[in-house]
């Protein structure tokens, strides 16, 4: 499935080319992505996982970016939904299931896994964005995750990345108190943890200023964290 492609990292004319030829997959939709000292690292096809199912994505490892597309159907050379991350503050590890052939990308934007086609393939995607999050950052210690933990982090220089969320298959039942959802009970994710909840239990907002300048729904659990005073130095 990943198809991936790396290139070398020289600001020259046929990375210049690779950029315009991006620019040109996503049309008037896209933003500019051609700049100075932009480089175009890497690029392949791969599975990310969405709220209700699994979908096709081509993903662009610049430099200083990860931007991906959703090919338009009928024409796999033409990208729709483009989506930006900054690689700042970016953290990514891969995944011990599914055979090795998953990883996480962290952002304090959006977080998500990508299912890539085989292990090696994902252990080298996730070789290239930590390669780039440190050249980039100049400290390659930011660029690792070794947790485990999918809900919001507070780590590497104090950085808030977004929580992966939990996909809508994984679990019948709320995650807090274990109500069955149905037609009257919808499911609902904690934008602070990723948690399947459910109404009564996400009943607060919270501003996640990473997120949104617009309060987000939040769990009890983390609602109460969150409130809590900080205690004095």
Avoid at 39 to 53: F, H, P, S, Y
Avoid at 75 to 87: E, F
Avoid at 203 to 227: F, G, I, M
Wanted: proline share 4%; hydrophobic share 35%; charged share 20%.
């Amino acid at each position: 499935m990943s198809g991936l492609s790396r290139f070398r990292m020289s600001n020259s004319e046929q990375n210049i080319e690779r950029i315009r030829r991006v620019e040109q997959s996503f049309g008037s939709s896209g933003v500019t992505l051609l700049q100075t000292g932009r480089v175009l690292v890497a690029e392949g096809t791969l599975l990310k996982v969405c709220r209700r199912r699994t979908q096709k994505r081509r993903v662009f490892l610049f430099n200083d970016l990860l931007v991906y597309g959703s090919p338009l159907a009928g024409d796999c050379q033409r990208l729709v939904q483009q989506r930006v991350l900054q690689l700042a503050g970016v953290q990514t590890r891969q995944l011990a299931d599914e055979g090795g052939a998953s990883f996480q990308v962290m952002s304090p934007s959006k977080s998500f896994t990508m299912f890539a086609g085989s292990a090696e393939d994902a252990a080298k995607w996730v070789e290239f964005i930590r390669s780039c999050v440190a050249d980039h950052s100049g400290d390659s210690s930011v660029a690792s995750d070794s947790t485990g933990s999918t809900g919001a982090s507070d780590c590497g220089g104090g950085v808030v990345r977004a929580p992966v969320w939990v996909p809508d298959g994984r679990s019948s039942n709320c995650m807090l108190c274990s109500a069955t959802f149905g037609l009257i009970s919808r499911r609902h994710h904690c934008r602070n943890c990723g948690f399947l909840v459910c109404s009564p239990c996400s009943q607060h907002t919270w501003v996640l200023p990473a997120q949104s300048d617009q309060p987000l729904r939040v769990c009890d659990t983390c609602y109460s964290l969150l409130a809590e005073p900080a205690s004095p130095n």
